[in-house]
């Protein structure tokens, strides 16, 4: 993953950001020590960030598309309303219990919904409209996802899309075999023109983009 921003720079704007929770430390350790690609895990600066939109935000439903053992759904759920519900998919059924584990480990385990399956074959299923909605699923499946969910986002609310500049890829016209890259820059290409929404893209780890929908 390339550096987007001077290391020197980013470790100052961590040195004097909010700090990871311990249970999310907890998180990111077990995730590095039992999981396969640990590097999917959301980092504790994007995290923070996560947390402070939602916080902001306020959401009473999210939807999270891509659960991996549950570290960004977490961070999310900081900022959730009182009564305030996470819809979160997954397909890989072996991270169901540290998900799980650690939604229980928030002592407020009863606003996490989790899924397992196939999210474009899910969300339909979820009769719910969204305040903020969370994609970082399978990258080839960006443009599905956004015209599956956009219907179900309420006025107002945010679709947050991780890794939007795909280790600075995205700026290079790649091979017609490269499919992830030719997708994502559909994708930010979609997202920049749909009237539907207006969206800007932070350079934040892998990048990630902020939909709003007018």
């Not at 998180?27 to 923070?48: C, D, F, H, I």
């Not at 991780?162 to 890829?169: A, E, R, T, Y």
Request: charged content about 25%; hydrophobic content about 40%; overall charge negative.
């Amino acid at each position: 993953m390339n550096d987007f921003i001077n290391k020197e720079i980013l470790d100052y704007v961590e040195l004097f950001s909010q700090k990871e929770p311990d249970i999310l430390k907890e998180l990111n350790r077990e995730t590095n020590l039992k999981v396969l690609n640990p590097r999917m895990l959301s980092g504790a600066y994007q995290g923070r960030v996560l947390s402070m939109i939602s916080k902001l935000l306020k959401p009473k439903k999210v939807l999270e598309i891509g659960t991996y053992t549950g570290y960004s759904a977490i961070c999310i759920s900081e900022g959730l309303d009182l009564n305030g519900t996470i819809h979160t998919i997954d397909k890989n059924e072996e991270l169901f219990n540290i998900q799980r584990k650690y939604f229980d480990k928030t002592k407020n385990g009863n606003v996490f919904f989790q899924y397992v399956g196939n999210a474009l074959e899910i969300i339909p299923t979820i009769n719910e409209n969204f305040d903020l909605i969370f994609i970082d699923a399978d990258k080839e499946n960006y443009l599905n996802y956004f015209n599956l969910v956009i219907d179900k986002l309420n006025t107002n609310g945010l679709i947050i899309t991780d890794n939007v500049l795909w280790s600075g890829k995205v700026l290079k016209k790649p091979v017609e075999e490269d499919t992830v890259t030719n997708i994502l820059i559909e994708y930010n290409d979609f997202i920049n023109c749909d009237k539907r929404i207006e969206t800007i893209i932070l350079p934040i780890r892998d990048g990630i983009s902020i939909s709003r929908k007018v």
